[in-house]
């Protein structure tokens, strides 16, 4: 079956630094793919998506590029915030209206 | 982008009772809605798809009377959790979608705390 793996957490990072987190995922045909970002609290946000290979995903300075050749999408951001502290799950749908899949979330902490 | 509104945020509830929570898709038709649940510091577990007007689809190793699911309305879909126990103390997230998008968008989320 579909499945989606993402690195665990937690990642801490200082303000204005790089951050990846990555995903690859196993699926047949041609998943969709999305980011999620869950705040304290809070229920999910869709962060940004891409719906077919070499398709980026961009949104409030965050990126991810999907990679059918690696089956990856990681997630990145050249400078983050205080404000990007979340819970980030990658996760896919497959093409035939499936169900989401999720990875098991990483949650990353901006320390000013 | 389109809403999806989860009613209530915060519930307490004693064992052996029952609590409702709704999921109502706000502007737009909500043909699929899902169910999933969320233990402390861990991902979404799908427990159940329902698609307005019918029975929903139960995840393996979901009790489905214990957990009741109505979608009677294109707008409206309900997660009961029957004669509750501390176990079942949980953060209960809904997402919806409409027919032929890839997208589903999630309700807020309910954090049951049953004592």
């Known amino acids: 079956g579909n499945s989606v793996t993402q690195m665990e957490g937690p990642v801490t990072l200082s303000e204005e630094a790089f951050l990846t987190i990555n995903c690859t995922y196993t699926?047949?045909?041609?998943?969709?793919l999305f980011w999620y970002v869950q705040y304290p609290g809070e229920g999910l946000q869709l962060l940004l998506k891409a719906t077919k290979a070499d398709d980026k995903g961009s949104n409030k300075g965050f990126e991810a590029t999907y990679r059918k050749e690696t089956t990856s999408f990681h997630l990145e951001k050249g400078s983050v915030q205080v404000s990007d502290s979340a819970v980030y799950f990658c996760?896919?749908?497959?093409?035939?209206?499936?169900?989401?899949?999720f990875g098991p979330g990483t949650r990353l902490s901006v320390l000013p | 982008g389109a809403v999806v509104s989860q009613h209530p945020s915060r519930v307490i509830c004693k064992s052996g009772t029952s609590v409702k929570i709704e999921c109502r898709s706000l502007d737009f038709q909500a043909t699929t809605m899902f169910w999933y649940r969320q233990f402390p510091k861990q991902s979404l577990m799908l427990m159940a798809t329902s698609n307005e007007g019918s029975k929903a689809t139960y995840e393996q190793g979901v009790e489905k009377d214990k957990f009741l699911i109505n979608h009677a309305s294109l707008t409206l879909s309900t997660l009961t959790v029957t004669s509750a126990h501390p176990e079942d103390s949980s953060f209960y997230i809904c997402?919806?979608?409409?027919?032929?998008?890839?997208?589903?968008?999630f309700g807020q989320g309910t954090r049951l705390t049953v004592v």
């Open positions: 997402s919806a979608q409409d027919r032929g998008n890839t997208e589903a968008f």
């Open positions: 996760a896919l749908r497959g093409n035939y209206g499936q169900n989401f899949v």
């Open positions: 699926a047949t045909g041609y998943p969709s």
